[in-house]
């Protein structure tokens, strides 16, 4: 859970993003993702693989046990935060 102090600016800066667009038909295909399910993303970091359910039209529960992560996905996604 420490591995990542002080090093989430340079995570979320310079970590790229994964494209729903590649992810949602393997996730599809793979498991049956529908847009209805509840998906919790363990481990969540700045919530990359969130923002993907999320394009999909999921409701998310984010977990991420570090603190300066956790921070940096809820400053991310204030504006959906329910």
């Not at 999921?58 to 991310?76: K, W």
Request: glycine share 10%; aromatic share 10%.
């Amino acid at each position: 859970m420490r591995r990542f102090d002080g090093r989430v600016g340079e995570y979320a800066r310079y970590r790229e993003r994964y494209d729903p667009e590649v992810l949602l038909p393997r996730f599809r295909e793979w498991c049956g993702l529908r847009p209805e399910w509840a998906v919790a993303d363990i481990g969540a970091g700045t919530g990359m693989l969130s923002d993907v359910f999320l394009a999909n039209g999921n409701r998310v529960l984010a977990i991420e046990p570090n603190a300066g992560m956790r921070e940096r996905c809820a400053e991310l996604h204030a504006a959906i935060r329910g």
